[in-house]
């Protein structure tokens, strides 16, 4: 974010910032990254140092994140979302040197301005690690994917971003953010909204309307599940970015006839940052997610997607063992997820390897039965977990969001599931919700939906 705090010097009159009726321009930004920058150098904190920013949204605490970096630490955010277990394990294996809270850094702020002179930004080396972006934890615990400074800047060079990026951050000069700083995508695309001279407008809450039409929002970027909460009508949006998991084909094409063809789909991970970008462009091959970013390699093998980026981590921190079961030494990374690239170049994906229901001693993909069931026009959104059975050893059990008022027909669907893949695909129960259970990144959260099965999980 280093290149995002120099970008600031530009148009210091211009709004960086909206919250509700207040305005932070650029240069009062700037001026508050440097009290925080001050304030963290008298507590001891400099390069190499781990920083964890357990804070709110506000402008302060972004500044925050600009402080740390400026500083050369190496810095995490924590998730309003985590559990207890959760939170103590993360601050656990990012080792870190401060926990900063939001009143932690109105104190460091308050000594940053009364000190006599400002600290400035240190020299860091390239490979220092500027950052740990903690794994969504859906396959276990959080694992904190460590990103040099090198690589994380990258992020922010605007000469190195791909066409298609390019031409997505164009569509970004008044961003929502929403929720936390800690999502690698919200920090990323509210730094690249900054850097095109950009404002970026922070919403309190999950009703977003009013505050896209006051502040006149021309993109935002959020979960796949949250996308059926944007109403028709919002006239300035250019750009809806949705990630985390796949869109189905039936969602996405609802969407578009509701908000117009501005939906982007990302596809990456916390270990290797994004991996392809679908754009309004990509009709063709709705339910893909688009083409791969063109400084990214893409490798297929026995049907897993394989990866060399410029964006991805140098490993887990503090696990090399794990990370050597991911990253080769040439830098190709294992995703584990399932997938094909075409014959146009676009990235399809059938799911996860380790996201398996086993029946009767076969493997059901539960990607390959969810996909199934959203192919149906009366679905809009499927999610399949696993439960243990007495008599199968695991059965399949699904939960469907419909696309209209009614919800879709359970036999309809056991019969296109058991045409398309096998008898032990079917699902035991099918569940129509009108929402799922997020995790705190904004996945589907299986294990929560287990439960509802079977409440012992």
């Not at 796949?224 to 990630?243: E, H, I, K, M, N």
């Not at 893949?421 to 009108?434: D, F, H, K």
Request: charged share 20%.
């Amino acid at each position: 974010m280093r290149p995002v705090l120099e970008a600031l010097r530009a148009h210091p009159d211009r709004p960086a910032f909206e919250h509700g009726g207040r305005v932070v321009t650029r240069a009062e930004l700037r001026t508050m990254a440097f009290a925080l920058a001050t304030g963290m150098r008298s507590a001891g904190l400099g390069p190499g140092s781990g920083v964890a920013l357990a804070t709110d949204l506000t402008p302060e605490t972004f500044a925050a994140h600009l402080a740390a970096h400026a500083l050369g630490c190496r810095v995490a955010g924590a998730r309003p979302g985590w559990s207890p277990a959760i939170r103590a394990h993360a601050l656990k294996a990012g080792d870190f040197d401060a926990v900063l809270d939001t009143d932690r850094l109105e104190d460091l702020a308050a000594q940053g301005r009364s000190a006599s002179r400002q600290a400035a930004p240190v020299e860091v080396r390239p490979d220092d690690i500027a950052r740990l972006n903690f794994t969504s934890g859906t396959t276990g615990r959080p694992k904190a994917c460590a990103r040099t400074y090198a690589t994380f800047d990258l992020d922010f060079q605007s000469d190195r971003w791909s066409p298609d990026l390019a031409a997505l951050i164009e569509n970004c000069g008044r961003f929502l953010a929403f929720e936390s700083w800690a999502p690698p995508v919200m920090l990323t695309f509210a730094g690249r909204c900054l850097l095109i001279g950009g404002t970026v407008v922070i919403a309190d809450g999950a009703n977003w309307a009013p505050v896209i039409e006051r502040h006149r929002v021309t993109a935002l970027a959020m979960p796949v599940p949250f996308l059926q909460r944007l109403p028709a009508g919002l006239d300035s949006l250019r750009a809806v970015v949705v990630t985390g998991s796949p869109a189905s084909p039936t969602l996405l094409s609802a969407a578009m006839d509701r908000l117009g063809p501005i939906l982007w789909q990302g596809y990456g991970q916390a270990e290797s940052g994004m991996i392809s970008l679908f754009t309004p462009a990509h009709l063709d091959a709705l339910g893909s997610v688009g083409r791969p970013l063109q400084e990214v390699e893409v490798a297929v093998h026995a049907g897993e997607i394989h990866v060399r980026s410029p964006h991805a981590m140098a490993g887990y921190w503090g696990e090399p063992e794990r990370t050597r079961e991911v990253l080769s030494e040439d830098g190709w990374l294992r995703t584990h997820d399932l997938g094909r690239v075409d014959g146009d170049g676009y990235l399809w994906l059938d799911g996860r390897t380790r996201d398996i229901v086993i029946v009767n001693a076969e493997i059901c993909y539960a990607g390959a039965i969810e996909r199934a069931l959203a192919s149906h026009p009366d679905v809009a959104q499927a999610f399949v977990v696993g439960v243990p059975d007495e008599r199968t050893g695991e059965a399949v059990h699904a939960f469907v969001i419909p696309s209209g008022a009614e919800p879709p027909d359970p036999a309809a669907l056991a019969t296109l599931v058991r045409s398309e893949l096998t008898a032990n695909s079917v699902p035991r129960t099918i569940t129509a919700v009108r929402e799922v259970p997020l995790s705190p990144t904004g996945k589907p959260d299986k294990t929560a939906l287990a439960r509802l099965i079977d409440p012992d999980r």
